[in-house]
């Protein structure tokens, strides 16, 4: 059985009177892909927060990449790549310019640079738009990128927030190629979405409702057990059990 790379145990995040997190716990092994989904405001952007090292829970505890959730946010970001819903890169530099900038930012030597950068080129068929503004670069195009450069330091764990929003159909399934391919060579995929027909690629779903999960398996077992036939139909079942407002 593949190594546990997140491991929480009853975490929540607790704001005033609100609980955003209710105690969730689960495990996620080396390699797996998986998806983490909510309707707005059941708590999974918090929840990913606190794994990213960004937020610090109020109760329980847990690892990520084998750091504590408590004590060392700065190591688990360092571990760890992060693509964020909106896009992250810089606009007004260049492919390359972010590329360079993103790799000093994880540390490596100007030799990895080069190396890594030129690998990117040839994956994403960029060669001719290594000197391009990231600001004329098609959406799509500009999510690979982002994606690209945020495994270019070789994350053990991807968290990727909703990142094929607003992306075409064509663009999606390419950006899923790049995920298998990443998972494949080891690398833990941990994505939100909001496409129902993404989470069916997942090797497990947790759906989260009122900050809670209420469900947890494979996308096979999940349709199985709630007798299904999709999970955008499992989705829409947990979800109408949401009490509070998004």
């Not at 329980?60 to 896009?87: C, H, L, P, W």
């Amino acid at each position: 059985m593949k190594e546990v790379v997140i491991s929480v145990k009853e975490i929540s995040k607790v704001f005033g009177d609100f609980t955003a997190v209710d105690k969730i716990s689960f495990d996620v092994r080396k390699g797996e892909i998986f998806g983490f989904l909510g309707a707005n405001g059941a708590g999974k952007t918090t929840a990913m927060r606190m794994l990213c090292g960004l937020s610090f829970p109020t109760h329980g505890s847990g690892t990520v990449a084998g750091f504590d959730i408590r004590k060392q946010s700065e190591e688990i970001k360092r571990n760890i790549g992060y693509m964020s819903q909106k896009f992250s890169l810089y606009n007004n530099l260049t492919v390359w310019e972010n590329i360079r900038l993103f790799a000093g930012i994880y540390g490596l030597s100007k030799q990895e640079t080069k190396q890594r950068a030129e690998n990117i080129f040839k994956q994403l068929d960029f060669e001719k738009e290594r000197n391009t503004l990231v600001a004329s670069l098609p959406l799509g195009w500009k999510q690979k990128l982002s994606f690209s450069i945020a495994t270019i330091h070789k994350p053990e764990i991807v968290f990727l927030d909703e990142p094929t929003g607003g992306v075409d159909p064509i663009t999606r399934r390419q950006f899923w190629e790049m995920i298998y391919q990443a998972s494949n060579e080891g690398t833990t995929i941990f994505v939100t979405t909001h496409y129902m027909d993404e989470a069916e690629y997942c090797s497990r779903v947790s759906i989260m409702v009122d900050g809670q999960i209420r469900a947890l398996d494979t996308p096979a077992n999940l349709k199985k057990l709630y007798n299904a036939e999709s999970m955008d139909e499992v989705f829409r079942r947990l979800a109408r059990e949401a009490k509070r407002g998004e």
